[in-house]
């Protein structure tokens, strides 16, 4: 045995380690507002403390730790703790990555440690629902600013005469629609179009409504309580799926709903988490990430509901087009791409 290897792999134990208590850090930061306050300038702990009303001494050992992990700058000659204008736009800034909510949902799905363990064993499923809530206000938060990035200004010029339609006035269907964020951005884009989203998760569907309500759009976008196999309406000329449909335990169902759903020229607009299609394609910091919360989230659900099927956030362009062409689809390929997914056009 290689004791140089040893210690080599110990040092990546102690890296995760740190990171996975770092990640309870990272939540309080964005909970308790310290990353805004900081973000105001630098402070020592008994600064911050005066601007956030929370106790010096947790603040000097957050903040510590958190320059120790590089999330905040420390200057030792005046002992004062600050965020670089790169690490204020990720942490602070309200239209940043948001980076605070990805950890939310790790401390989220980690809560169902337990029963996932005993899911090992008897190979039963956990749904969507029965998680913590920080997974699915985390999972709204940390997603949100990808699509503001990308949805209106890429993804939906990216596909073939959509956008024209919806500027002139089209029906959506959003299918999984989770907290409404997607659909209250194209009822936003496309006044002239009316949204129609849906998902099986009551409390997301009642914290969209409040969404949609909220940002002035409820005369034009509608949610309602319904599974990707069962959403009401057809003749849309847009269904929509934003990293969802990996989760499902029939997506072959729920494809084929979408192709009853559409209009003859209507465009199924799919989502999905970056991948290869190859195992080792898929080794990397992404899949890593990705295979964390697949195995707590994704599977477990899958799992859950009839079908067969447990995709997992990993499943690659070639386990999707299986799923779109058992369907019944006939034309499917790779629209747009960002780091962390893969934009889907598919047609009838």
């Excluded at 309200?94 to 996932?116: D, H, K, M, Q, T």
Aim: with cysteine.
């Amino acid at each position: 045995m290689d004791q140089d290897k040893v210690m080599e792999f110990l040092g990546q134990v102690v890296t995760d380690m740190g990171a996975t208590g770092a990640a309870g850090q990272v939540v309080l930061g964005g909970r308790l507002g310290l990353y805004r306050a900081l973000a105001r300038g630098p402070a020592t702990p008994e600064v911050l403390a005066e601007r956030t009303g929370c106790a010096r001494r947790y603040l000097a050992e957050w903040l510590r730790g958190q320059a120790a992990g590089g999330y905040v700058t420390y200057d030792a000659t005046t002992g004062a703790f600050s965020l670089t204008e790169e690490q204020a736009f990720c942490l602070a800034d309200p239209e940043g990555p948001n980076v605070s909510a990805i950890f939310r949902i790790g401390l989220g799905y980690l809560r169902a440690e337990p029963r996932i363990a005993e899911a090992f064993r008897t190979g039963e499923g956990m749904p969507w629902s029965d998680h913590d809530e920080d997974v699915f206000v985390g999972c709204d938060a940390f997603f949100r600013p990808g699509y503001v990035a990308e949805l209106v200004p890429h993804w939906i010029p990216a596909t073939d005469g959509v956008e024209d339609k919806l500027r002139a006035g089209a029906r959506i269907a959003d299918v999984g629609c989770g907290l409404g964020t997607t659909s209250v951005l194209m009822a936003e884009a496309y006044p002239r179009s009316t949204v129609t989203g849906s998902d099986y998760h009551d409390e997301s569907i009642a914290l969209a409504r409040k969404k949609a309500a909220d940002a002035g759009v409820g005369d034009r976008v509608t949610f309602e309580v319904a599974s990707a196999q069962g959403f009401t309406g057809t003749g849309y000329d847009l269904v929509t799926m934003f990293d969802c449909l990996h989760d499902m335990g029939d997506p072959v169902g729920a494809a084929r709903r979408v192709r009853d759903a559409l209009a003859p020229d209507g465009t199924w607009l799919l989502v999905e988490p970056y991948a290869g299609d190859t195992v080792e394609e898929t080794l990397n910091p992404v899949g890593r990430l990705y295979y964390a919360a697949s195995t707590f989230l994704c599977v477990p659900n899958g799992l859950s509901q009839p079908g067969g099927y447990a995709l997992g956030a990993q499943a690659g362009e070639a386990a999707i087009r299986d799923v779109v062409t058992t369907a019944g689809f006939t034309r499917f390929r790779r629209a747009a791409e960002t780091a962390f997914n893969l934009v889907y056009e598919v047609r009838p």
